[in-house]
């Protein structure tokens, strides 16, 4: 089980099915277990705090859940203050992500864009113009979006690179109004393959295919 510190209230666990020594689980089942066995997340939690000072003590905490292509279950763990003293847990599944072929997304900084491609990365996502060749990053308003067209939602790791996305992005809804805005009067930081240059000037380990 590996756990990567996000921010102060959030936290990233990635875990192997076999962590806990569970067997003859698929990976939704393992995580509908992990959510509704008080032990699993218990020990998430734990080692939380032990590896990165995330304390839950006295808060809500919101878990969202999804597999990697490689069968790696990945926890993202948010925790929100509150005078109640029990933990509320509220679990959201992103197994169902909106298949759409164009899409856009809203970073709040440019870093979360830079820690997606560093995510991506990781998982080894490989020949990303698979899934679309023409995802593009603009700079609008002072804001940043990812202009993702014509996507071939069919691609086996299609789910799972639209999932990373909304870890670090907010989903739009598409709109031709807001692609022109983009268009004519956003200013293009990264054309085309974007999440591929991100990757090759921002991740830190080895480096995909283009095509």
């Known amino acids: 089980m590996k756990i990567e510190k996000l921010t102060e209230n959030k936290i990233r666990v990635l875990i192997n099915p076999s962590d806990f020594d569970i067997e003859n689980l698929s ?5 509908d277990k992990a959510l509704e066995s008080n032990f699993l997340l218990a020990d998430i939690l734990k080692q939380a705090e032990c590896e990165v000072g995330f304390n839950t ?40 992500t909106c298949a759409n072929s164009n899409s856009i997304f809203k970073f ?14 990781q998982i080894s996502i490989n020949d990303i113009k698979k899934f679309s060749k023409n995802i ?11 202009l993702i067209k014509n996507a071939n939602v069919c691609c086996d790791f299609s789910k799972t690179l639209l999932c990373l996305i909304e ?39 080895k480096k995909p295919k283009l095509s």
């Not at 709109?175 to 085309?192: A, D, F, Q, R, V």
Request: net charge positive; proline share 3%; charged share 25%.
């Open 27 to 31: 990976p939704t089942t393992f995580i």
């Open 57 to 96: 003590d006295g808060c809500k905490l919101l878990v969202e859940s999804f597999s990697s292509s490689e069968n790696i279950l990945v926890f993202t763990i948010t925790k929100y203050s509150t005078k109640v003293q029990k933990k509320k847990i509220t679990a959201k599944k992103k197994f169902n």
């Open 108 to 121: 709040d900084n440019f870093e979360d864009f830079c820690l997606l491609c560093e995510r991506i990365n």
């Open 136 to 146: 593009s990053l603009y700079l609008y308003d002072n804001t940043y979006f990812l």
């Open 167 to 205: 870890e670090f992005a907010k989903p739009l809804p598409f709109t031709l109004g807001l692609e022109s805005k983009l268009l004519e009067h956003g200013e293009i930081i990264m054309k085309n393959n974007a999440l591929w240059t991100g990757i090759k000037y921002f991740a830190h380990m």
